[in-house]
């Protein structure tokens, strides 16, 4: 039985440059986009380009962001050559399109 996932609601910035983009483009190069801690990465992402200016919740969101970052990409280590990014970035795009 596969079970379909809901798609994610369309947020503004989320496919423009900016945080929650530059956020996505990391966790879908080391394929962790679809993890929990990716998924958390993402949400405090848009919570914080969401937030008003100036914010004092802002600097607590980064700190836990930074924290949820390094958790979503432990263990991912730099690619063995440019070829073996490449094809790793091409394989992050066909699973987003599937």
């Known amino acids: 039985m596969v079970v379909q996932m809901p798609r994610e609601p369309e947020v503004v910035g989320d496919s423009g440059p900016g945080l929650v983009a530059a ?58 050559d440019p070829v073996d990014e490449l094809r790793a970035r091409r394989d992050a795009k066909r699973r987003a399109g599937a």
Do not use: F
């Open 23 to 80: 956020v996505r483009a990391e966790l879908e190069a080391a394929d962790r986009l679809s993890t929990v801690a990716g998924q958390h990465a993402l949400e405090l992402a848009r919570r914080i380009a969401a937030a008003p200016e100036m914010s004092s919740g802002v600097a607590a969101l980064s700190r836990e962001l930074r924290a949820v970052m390094g958790e979503a990409l432990a263990g991912v280590g730099a690619a063995a």
